[in-house]
């Protein structure tokens, strides 16, 4: 399995910048993907999340609002449309993948359910 995020970049704030996570080597549909974020110095937090059928998402609260999480089972992607990005969205994105159980929606936001990550993508939000 592998999971290969991209689109990061160095952008000022107030802008945007979509991030995309190809996955390889599993049946996409039947896995909830996440994004996950962490910036030097602090831990892993949860960014976003989504169904594997794309009904349900969900968001932190310092990004709801901001962020919109999406997938598109046909391609075996999961996107991350961040806009009026500020300079404490700084941090390496992770997407990762978690079966699609029950279970997933009431532990979501844990490192623990997920079974695969990606390498991470560097976004910088700096004036």
């Known amino acids: 399995v592998q999971l290969q995020a991209s689109g990061g970049g160095v952008v000022q704030p107030g802008d945007s910048l979509r991030l995309s996570c190809a996955a390889s080597g599993l049946t996409f549909s039947r896995y909830a993907m996440g994004w996950f974020r962490q910036a030097p110095g602090r831990e892993r937090e949860f960014v976003a999340g989504?169904?594997?059928?794309?009904?349900?998402?969900y968001y932190s609260n310092s990004v709801k609002g901001r962020f919109t999480i999406s997938r598109d089972n046909a391609k075996s992607t999961v996107y991350l449309q961040m806009n009026s990005l500020k300079s404490e969205d700084t941090a390496v994105y992770y997407c990762?993948?978690?079966?699609?159980?029950?279970?997933?929606?009431?532990?979501?936001?844990?490192?623990?359910?997920?079974?695969?990550w990606g390498q991470g993508t560097q976004v910088t939000v700096s004036s």
């Open positions: 990762a993948a978690a079966l699609n159980t029950p279970d997933w929606g009431g532990y979501y936001y844990t490192h623990a359910v997920y079974d695969y």
């Open positions: 989504i169904r594997g059928n794309g009904g349900r998402t």
